[in-house]
Each structure stands twice: as C-alpha cells, then as structure tokens.
C-alpha cells in the first residue's frame, strides 16, 4: 500500500496562508485521486480538495473554493495543498490519502496529518 507523509501545517494569523504537502512513497500506481481532508476537534473528518493524478482535474468543497489550490508534481509523487485567506474555521488536522470525496470514508490508513491553527 502506499505511504503518506503530510508536512508544511503550522500557526497562523487569519488572513495568511500555508502550502501543505503531501508525500506518497511505496505502491503508488493503480490510485487515481489524491484528496486532502481535514479533522477539527470534535468533529468528523471531512473532505477538502482532491485531484485527478492523471489529468489534473480537481475538486473542492464550497467552503474553501476560491481560497485553496491542490496541486501535484507526478515526477515527485507529492501533492500539495495551497491555502490561502485562512479562517479560524479551517482549523484542523489536515491529512491526505489516496481518496476523492466520495470514497474517503472507508479508508482506513490515514497517516498522522499536519496541524493547522488558525487564529483570529
């Protein structure tokens, strides 16, 4: 299966921005989306953005469009999150798995995430 690395979160003012990435080493063929996701305190676990790996065709939930970029490098197996104009709602553990929006919930090998604060 493969293995995912989630790097780059961190303490922020409202307003500014962050770049997460998303690092993917072992069986990495055969996924055709990598999603990003994130997990606030007492809350479940919800999808943000994902992206085709072929193609590049990307998705977003409505509270970030505008505001947040997926991207990915195929030559380096890593997808990155561009977050920009952060609330304090954004504030969450942010992970990233072979998944899309439709099909996270029963994926079960979610890594540690990265921690993003966002404060007002």
């Known amino acids: 299966q493969v293995q995912l690395v989630e790097s780059g979160g961190g303490l922020v003012q409202a307003g500014g921005s962050l770049r997460l990435s998303c690092a993917a080493s072992?069986?990495?063929?055969?996924?055709?989306?990598m999603g990003w996701f994130r997990q606030a305190p007492g809350k479940e676990r919800e999808f943000v953005a994902a992206?085709?790996?072929?193609?590049?065709?990307?998705y977003y939930t409505d509270s970030v469009k505008g505001r947040f970029t997926i991207s990915r490098d195929t030559s380096k197996n890593t997808v990155y999150l561009q977050m920009n104009s952060l609330k304090p709602e954004d504030t969450a553990v942010y992970y990233c798995?072979?998944?899309?929006?439709?099909?996270?919930?029963?994926?079960?090998?979610w890594g540690q995430g990265t921690q993003v604060t966002v404060s007002s």
């Open positions: 072992g069986r990495t063929s055969g996924y055709y989306y």
């Open positions: 798995a072979p998944r899309a929006e439709w099909d996270y919930r029963a994926y079960n090998y």
């Open positions: 992206i085709r790996w072929i193609g590049g065709a990307t």
